[in-house]
């Protein structure tokens, strides 16, 4: 019998067989149309007939004393709003906000649906509080006076897939945002300065530091491999990085669980694009200029809140210190945008974005896909406003943190490393998404898509029998990071270790590994359930756990579950665990006992914190309300670790 903790339920933690889970049924749709972007969660697709229906759940509940067709009717009153008000769109493209519930109170019930409604009305696909609704422009489209405003023939703003409804250059528009200050100023150098170096191309500069004193290490990489097959969903990239030379910071260490931060540059073409746009000729780009700032931190990462004088140059800062794809437009840029376009038709486009008249197709524009900032330059080519200005209302680049894959004492011991090199490893997945432009269908983010190029330099080169490291030299900008991170926390002792991972949140668990094999035969003490798409194509670091991975390894594959049609093979990593709820029970319930769970929040991370509650109430036979008692007071022990994104 498995020893028990002060945490286990009365009952004996001996594996038994699991019991049937609940079904869920849902409620047929209904009979009329419904609009495009109606949320999957609303309350006329409300779920029926669960025993375990989850209080974290985001479907909002409608109050029972509310009848159903109060649904209908607050949809029907949005199909009859002018489009400028609603704004769905006549072709479906992902968008990022969730369902939102407007609260019950009187004032905002009004404000939504005009005075004579008394319930909770649920506005689906909008940045919240119905603020889409306040105020539109009137539709007078069909008066002879009436000039539509001139839209852009442009590819980029195409891509913006606006819907305008009836705006003229004459349109009233109100609640313009106001026009954001410069916080910062550039000031030429006295000519007998002295001439300031700048490595742009490989090493941010020294103002940019992560925890002062220390700044940012430009680790050589050393080595780079691709994880995954051709034809894979998702790409994934093994890294080796050389921190033998890692200036000592205090004795702390690079350890196993830890993350580090990688501080990626903007690629080059894609600052150099919205130089280009902005009309800032190519010798002063480079030109070293004084910066002042008035306020904040920027541009260092986590500096102090203070006014700064220092020397940079204008590639520096839009290389290093602003994010120009990685968050969605805000008022305040397009503001700026609106107050320097010359072409009155663009002019009124964006200064329209920024009225309370356009709030639907604002909402509309920032709950798309992330835009970037070279896109709206190219939609809106007349609008050219200062760098300072535009620097003032861009989001600040902050670094990528990456779990390490290794343990860094095990793979600096490896054979063959010569001179005693020092070696972390880590996993990267490129993310991908569709992009704007005809001649660039897909663009990828910018840590990952930077730490892409540093890989195919190296193995563009090695696959030519040069060794990279004798020709090139390619330097990862990182730094120590997230060393007491769950994780690494918790990693440790000789109990039992159930690891659940999907994708490259396997990554860490190899460390975790290869750590304990080290010490000891990890068979029985260790297991890990590893969540792939196709295994053979990507499965990470197949062959490399040792000689135990076969034992101690369960690989679910969602493609082959799908392709098969067989319903009793598991589709998601969170089925295996269900499947697997005898080893589950066991091991969090073991002395020093533990669960990790890495990958995913959404899909992966959510479905196996359900699925461990479902282990809970089966083979624990207690209810809902005590088995979330049960992982809380496992997670407060440190016994049930989570690390998920």
């Not at 073409?269 to 700032?293: A, N, Q, S, W, Y």
């Not at 793979?411 to 005693?420: E, I, T, V, Y």
């Not at 959510?606 to 109430?617: I, R, Y």
Request: with cysteine.
């Amino acid at each position: 019998m498995a020893d028990q903790t002060p945490t286990s339920p009365p009952h004996d933690p001996l594996p038994s067989e699991p019991r049937a889970l609940p079904q869920l049924f849902v409620r047929p749709p209904r009979t009329h149309p419904q609009p495009e972007h109606s949320s999957p969660k609303s309350s006329a697709e409300s779920v029926l007939g669960s025993t375990h229906s989850s209080d974290e759940s985001e479907a909002p509940v409608t109050p029972a004393t509310e009848p159903d067709h109060a649904v209908d009717e607050v949809i029907d009153k949005l199909q009859d709003l002018p489009a400028a008000a609603v704004n769905f769109p006549a072709q479906p493209r992902p968008r990022r906000a969730s369902t939102t519930l407007i609260s019950d109170s009187p004032t905002d019930i009004r404000r939504l649906l005009g005075e004579g409604e008394t319930a909770t009305k649920l506005i689906s696909q909008c940045c919240g509080g119905g603020c889409c609704l306040l105020k539109t422009l009137a539709p007078d489209a069909a008066s002879t006076d009436f000039v539509p405003v001139v839209i852009p023939d442009n590819v980029a703003f195409r891509s913006l897939h606006l819907r305008l409804g009836p705006l003229a250059l004459e349109s009233e528009l109100t609640d313009t945002t106001p026009l954001p200050p410069a916080n910062m100023s550039f000031e030429r150098l006295p000519k007998n300065d002295v001439q300031h170096v700048s490595d742009v191309l490989k090493t941010p500069p020294q103002y940019v530091q992560p925890h002062p004193p220390y700044k940012v290490y430009a680790a050589p990489l050393y080595h780079a491999r691709e994880l995954t097959k051709p034809g894979a969903e998702k790409r994934t990239i093994h890294f080796d990085i050389d921190v033998t030379d890692y200036p000592d910071e205090g004795g702390v260490d690079f350890k196993v669980g830890g993350a580090v931060g990688i501080c990626p540059p903007n690629a080059q073409e894609v600052v150099d694009d919205i130089f280009h746009v902005l009309g800032i000729p190519k010798f002063v780009r480079d030109t070293p200029v004084t910066l002042k700032t008035t306020a904040g931190r920027w541009p260092t990462i986590w500096g102090d809140d203070q006014p700064r004088e220092l020397v940079t140059t204008r590639r520096e800062l839009l290389t290093w210190c602003v994010d120009v794809q990685s968050h969605p437009p805000t008022k305040k840029l397009l503001r700026v945008l609106a107050e320097y376009a010359d072409a009155p038709n663009e002019k009124k486009i964006l200064t329209y974005l920024c009225s309370a008249q356009g709030q639907a197709a604002f909402c509309d524009l920032r709950t798309s896909s992330h835009l970037t900032l070279a896109q709206l330059l190219h939609a809106f080519p007349s609008s050219k406003p200062p760098l300072p200005l535009l620097l003032s209302v861009l989001t600040q680049l902050m670094p990528r943190f990456y779990s390490l894959s290794n343990d860094p004492h095990i793979s600096s011991a490896r054979p063959g490393l010569p001179g005693k090199r020092r070696l972390i490893e880590m996993a990267v997945t490129i993310h991908e998404t569709p992009n704007w432009h005809p001649d660039s269908p897909v663009r990828t983010g910018v840590g990952s898509g930077f730490m892409e190029r540093m890989a195919h330099a190296f193995i563009t080169t090695e696959n030519e029998g040069v060794d990279p490291r004798s020709i090139l030299d390619l330097r990862i900008p990182m730094f120590r990071g997230l060393m007491a991170n769950p994780l690494s926390k918790q990693f440790g002792g000789e109990g039992p270790m159930v690891l659940i991972g999907a994708g490259v949140g396997m990554a860490p668990f190899r460390g975790f590994i290869l750590n304990r094999l080290k010490n000891a035969n990890c068979a029985n003490k260790i297991w890990l359930i590893q969540g792939v798409r196709d295994s053979m194509l990507d499965e990470l670091y197949s062959g490399e756990l040792g000689d135990h991975e076969r034992e101690i390894k369960k690989v679910v594959q969602s493609r082959k579950a799908k392709v098969g049609g067989d319903d009793s093979e598991v589709k998601y990593v969170q089925d295996e665990v269900r499947v697997q709820a005898d080893i589950v029970w066991f091991v969090i319930n073991a002395l020093d006992g533990r669960i990790f769970v890495c990958g995913s929040s959404k899909g992966m991370g959510e479905g196996v914190e359900e699925s461990l509650m479902d282990v809970a109430m089966q083979k624990g036979g207690i209810s809902r309300a005590q088995a979330q008692e049960f992982w809380a007071r496992k997670k407060e022990d440190g016994q049930y670790i989570a690390e998920t994104w």
